[in-house]
């Protein structure tokens, strides 16, 4: 069966410094990841080289059946992942002139808004408004960005990402900024999309936001793994202690794990 995502052995460094260092991690479809470690762990770096911005200075590189470096189309590659992160940062100022469904519409051609050369089927049109039905936000349909509350504003991303029906949706700390109600109400519509068919890979500092449809973890540290697997296994107070940087336990609350910090 064809990996999702497989990496061999890749390293990647930057002005003699070792950012990312022999990691080797494989996503079987049906797998749903996610990626946790502290600020600087080297998350990011991974994810762009899994979406080809960056190439590993050493290492194999295979993502949807594309194998990196050796004539495969990065561009073709892109259009089959849908992409939550800080970098849709510049797209703010167009978004806030649009209303959710154009924003929605701008995922077929990942731009920041629909050009005159860009075309934009009756079918589109139907989708995009499916999608923000299915996810639960119909009402925005007609609304502007700017006007959106935050996690309104990140739900509309998230349905933007699936306009082209991708293969793998990849969502970077998706939460980010967020207040614990929109938080929530953005891991139920993530929580939704990976227990059905969307094969979701998400990336965060928390283990709060590993919701119970992810399967599998992937823990990361100055760059090198601390532990990969089924979430039951990975998910353990020494390995998080590890990868924390400070000792912790888990807390298991409704399917839900939540970090709470051990005096040294
Ligand atoms: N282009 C670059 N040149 C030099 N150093 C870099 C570059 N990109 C990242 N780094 C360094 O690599 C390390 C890992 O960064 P990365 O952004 O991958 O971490 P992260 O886990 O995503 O962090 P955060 O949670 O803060 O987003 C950091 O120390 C960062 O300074």
């Known amino acids: 069966m064809q990996a999702i995502i497989r990496v061999e052995n890749i390293s990647w460094q930057r002005q003699g410094r070792k950012i990312l260092e022999d990691v080797t991690w494989e996503v079987k479809p049906g797998e749903q990841w996610a990626i946790l470690g502290l600020n600087g762990s080297g998350k990011t770096s991974l994810l762009n080289i899994v979406t080809g911005f960056q190439f590993p200075s050493s290492g194999y590189t295979e993502v949807l059946g594309t194998v990196f470096g050796k004539g495969g189309n990065i561009p ?12 849709l940062k510049r797209f703010e100022k167009p978004f806030n002139s649009q209303t959710a469904k154009a924003i929605v519409l701008t995922g077929k051609y990942q731009s920041a808004q629909i050009f005159s050369f860009h075309e934009i089927t009756a079918e589109d049109e139907a989708r995009a408004e499916a999608i923000l039905e299915r996810l639960g936000i119909g009402y925005l349909t007609k609304q502007y960005y700017r006007t959106c509350s935050q996690g309104e504003q990140r739900r509309i991303l998230i349905a933007r990402a699936l306009m082209n029906r991708p293969r793998l949706l990849i969502l970077d700390e998706p939460c980010a900024g967020l ?9 139920a519509m993530i929580d939704r999309l990976a227990a059905s068919e969307t094969q979701v890979l998400y990336v965060t500092h928390y283990i709060e936001e590993i919701t119970p449809a992810i399967t599998h973890l992937l823990l990361l540290k100055d760059g090198s793994v601390v532990a990969q697997g089924p979430k039951a296994e990975v998910l353990t107070d020494e390995n998080l202690t590890q990868t924390y940087k400070l000792p912790v336990s ?3 609350h409704q399917g839900r794990a939540y970090l709470q910090i051990e005096q040294a």
Not at 76 to 87: D, H, K, M, T, Y
């Open 250 to 252: 888990i807390r298991e």
């Open 76 to 87: 073709n590659l892109r259009q089959e992942i849908g992409f939550v992160s800080s970098a």
């Open 179 to 187: 207040d614990v109600k929109a938080r929530e109400e953005v891991l």
